[in-house]
Every structure is written in C-alpha cells, then in structure tokens.
C-alpha cells in the first residue's frame, strides 16, 4: 500500500492525499476511512472532512464507485489491477488528537485521513510527502528516506501521529536500553536537562510497575500554542500533547502540569496501549466498540500519572494533593454521581462522553475511575500489611495476558484485586464501579487507613489532607502508598 501526501491549501486547512492499492484480484474492492480514533471511545465520522474524492485505474481513467456507508466506499476494479484513490482531508483542528496544516507546520493523527482495504489491513504502507527540503518529520514510524516513511500494517500507521516543520526541536536521552525523544513544535521556556530528568525518573517508576519498557524508541511530540489548550493523545510508542497560554509558561504549576500530562499519558503506553480490554482487542474501525472497562484504562492511568510522579520523587507530597483535590472538585461538581455508575458511564462514551451532556446524567471514567483505584490500592495494600499493592495486579495484565496476546475483563480484574488484597471484591464493584453515590465514602475510608482525611469546605469542596496524629500502623501504610519514608 502506498501514499503520497502533499500540502494542498494551507489557507484553508487542506491535506492532498493519494491511495494506491496495488496486487488487486477481484471484481470490487471496499475501503474504509475509520469513524473514531483510539484514546477518544465516541464516533468522530471522520469522512465529513473528505472533499474531491476520485477513483482512477493505473492508467488514470476514472473508476466507478459507491459509498456503502458514511465512511465505506464500493470501488469496481473488474480487470483492474491497481487502483489510485485521490481526496483532501479538512485539517484545521491543532489539538492533540487530530489533524492540522499551514504555513508553518503539518501535523497529521493518520486514523482521522488514511484509509485501509477490506480484508488488506495487516499489509504494510509506504508514506511519501511532498514537503518543503527544510522541513523534518517528528514520528514513531520507520523513516525510509528524508520524507518518507514505513508502517507495517494499518493499525500501526493509525497509531503513528506525525509533525513536520522545519521549526521542529529534538532532544534525546535513553532510560533502559530505550531511546526516548522529546520534540517540539512551538516556542518553549523549559529547561530541557530538568525535564530529561524528570521524565527519566517518572518513566522508571512506571517501568517498576510492569517490569520492562515494551519499545525501542518512544516519542513526546510537544505542540505548543499561543492560546489556551491542554490535550494529550496516547499512542502506541508516542505521546501527542498540546499546551498553551504563552503568558503562563514560565511558572512552576504550568512545567508541573506538562508533567502531570505526559506522566498520564506514558502510562497509557501499557495501560490500554498493550493491555487491553476483550472488547478492544482488536480495534474495530466502522463502529462503537463498546467496554465497561474505563475505570481500568482511564481510571487507574489518571490515579498512576499523578502517583508515578509522587513516588518517584519528581512531585512532593504537597503538589500531589493539590493535583487530587483538584479532582475531587470535579468529582463533587458533578450530580451525576449519584444517578449513573461509572461503569455504566464507560459504555455511554460512545453516546455523550465527551460533553456535558444532560446535567446529572453521568459521570466521568477518568475521575470516578480514579477514586476507585485509590480505594482498590490502599485495600490491597492494607490487607497485606505493604507487600503488594495495585502495582502487582498491573504487572500480572501487563506480563500474563498482554504478552500472551490476550486481552483481558472485568471477572480477571476482580480476580486480580482478590488474589493481592486476599478478601472478596463483589462489595466493591457493588458499590463503587456499578453502584451510585458511594466513592466518596469508600474513598473516606481507604484515606483514613493510610493517616489521610478528606477536609470539606462551606462550599463542599474537598481537600485532601494528610493527618497531624496516626499510628505506626498508618505511618507504615502511608509510606508504602506514597514511597515517602516517615
């Protein structure tokens, strides 16, 4: 499979791009443009953005075609062999999960404008680009050449984000045997030996977790805007993270959470990049692809993006608990807790996920995933006096299912938390993943075993506080769950 992309208009946001199928042996062929993107579990119908769409045979005559759906094309390739498919792709979305060109820098998420051949997805694709000779790529895929670049199946090339500019910033540093880059699209004020610091001891930490970093090479690719943004993408051996407000950039709160983010999103690079859900294994690009599962996939990434950055020393304890109250006010904000289970909220993702939606309907499954984690964490390591903790039921997803090529459900995650925390726990998924109204004081309770309180202001704001009076029991534990030695 090939492509040759092109820049066609960058006053107005468009891609050129041109699909060549080759080796065709059949009377039709049907391709298909993905309708969601991994990392955002709801519909996109990515083909609205498509414009001058053409088949052409190898001899550049105009092929018949149909659309068999929104997103799905019937091509006729009766005694054709090959096949060009032409069209431009709307790019005009400079978050970090989409698409964007103009004068200054192209940036491509490819799942939104690259299609796959039915029943051809796991034959590998060469990537073309007609680009400036100043301008460099910044990406996971194998670079064949200056401007050219290699994926060996659709899903890896749907995976593979991209920036190209001849502004790019690259700085390597390696952890393990892993060669990690750190790119930059945009003006920044960091200080790159802090950062290359910082990132190497939260990405240690996580390696703890599950025993080994599963790449040889990972990428940050960092776009930085002028105005407001915040919004991070996990990818296979890449991260996309936008971050904005010039004015703000140069505090310590705005460098802490650009590591809050990319902490989160470098978890990812296991947690549902790897392990992975029954439902999602593999991806289905036409349709929803339905999972009760998000308070393990989002959920406990939230809770361990922030706790890898605690225990590893690069937050203190006061910036970790400014970082969870901050989450506990969303958490009390919403109404919707007491109306609808977070497990139930997951599978609505792909209904109204994403938005506000119908106030007090629903909840979120990074925040109300994030409570039940603690409270899935503290237990097991209370009940087990500090020896194991929700790091060993991720290890046991990561190494038994994820590298035996399985995906796993909610009966292998409950029996994961049973066999550290040695006790049952239907109560909790009763209670705290298809139950309503309960996290808080599950959460209440967890705290208080670890020498912790939450603090409720006249406005029932939450804070959380570390107690001035606990016993050696709750000094032993909170170490254990912190990594800060009393």
């Not at 891609?15 to 969601?36: N, R």
């Not at 004068?103 to 680009?131: K, S």
């Not at 790119?183 to 939260?202: A, M």
Request: glycine share 6%; hydrophobic share 35%.
């Amino acid at each position: 499979m090939h492509y040759q992309i092109s820049i066609a208009d960058t006053q107005n946001h468009f891609l050129q791009l041109t699909y060549t199928i080759p080796h065709i042996h059949q009377d039709s062929i049907e391709v298909q443009l993905p309708a969601w993107r991994p990392g955002r579990y709801e519909l996109q119908n990515f083909a609205k953005n498509v414009r001058c769409f053409n088949v052409f045979d190898e001899k550049g005559n105009a092929i018949a075609y149909r659309k068999l759906t929104k997103d799905r094309w019937q091509i006729d390739t009766k005694g054709i062999s090959s096949v060009k498919i032409s069209y431009q792709y709307y790019s005009n979305q400079p978050d970090a999960g989409a698409c964007f060109v103009d004068e200054n820098y192209l940036y491509i998420n490819p799942v939104h404008c690259f299609m796959y051949t039915e029943g051809r997805a796991d034959e590998g694709y060469t990537l073309d680009f007609l680009l400036p000779d100043d301008y460099q790529i910044a990406t996971q895929m194998k670079q064949a050449g200056k401007h050219q670049l290699e994926a060996p199946n659709f899903d890896y090339l749907a995976d593979s984000p991209l920036f190209a500019s001849n502004a790019l910033q690259h700085h390597t540093f390696t952890v393990e045997q892993t060669q990690m880059h750190i790119w930059f699209q945009g003006e920044h004020p960091f200080d790159i030996e802090r950062l290359v610091k910082d990132t190497t001891d939260y990405t240690l930490k996580q390696i703890e977790v599950f025993g080994d970093l599963p790449c040889s090479d990972y990428h940050f690719l960092y776009l930085m805007h002028k105005t407001p943004a915040r919004h991070g993408v996990e990818h296979l051996d890449s991260t996309v993270i936008a971050m904005g407000q010039t004015l703000e950039q140069t505090t310590e709160e705005y460098y802490h959470d650009l590591l809050a983010i990319s902490s989160h999103e470098l978890f990812h690079l296991w947690n549902i990049k790897r392990i992975r859900p029954n439902d999602m294994l593999p991806y289905d690009f036409t349709k929803e692809n339905y999972s009760t599962l998000g308070y393990v996939y989002e959920g406990v990434t939230t809770y361990y993006g922030d706790l890898m950055l605690l225990q590893s020393g690069v937050w203190n304890w006061e910036q970790y608990a400014a970082s969870f109250t901050g989450d506990l006010k969303r958490h009390t904000s919403n109404p919707g807790r007491f109306n609808y289970s977070v497990a139930e909220s997951s599978w609505d993702t792909w209904l109204d996920g994403y938005v506000p939606g119908v106030t007090g309907r629903k909840v979120s499954i990074y925040i109300e995933g994030m409570i039940a984690a603690v409270i899935a964490d503290i237990t097991i390591i209370k009940n087990s006096n500090g020896k194991y903790s929700l790091h060993n039921v991720l290890h046991d997803l990561y190494q038994q299912y994820y590298k035996h090529n399985k995906g796993y459900d909610e009966t292998i995650y409950r029996e994961l938390l049973e066999k550290y925390a040695g006790e049952s726990f239907e109560s909790y998924f009763q209670s705290f993943i298809w139950g309503k109204g309960k996290l808080q004081k599950g959460l209440e309770t967890a705290l208080d075993e670890v020498g912790c309180a939450l603090r409720e202001d006249i406005n029932a704001n939450l804070t959380l506080i570390k107690l001035d009076e606990t016993s050696a029991l709750q000094k032993q534990l909170f170490a254990k769950w912190t990594n800060i030695a009393e």
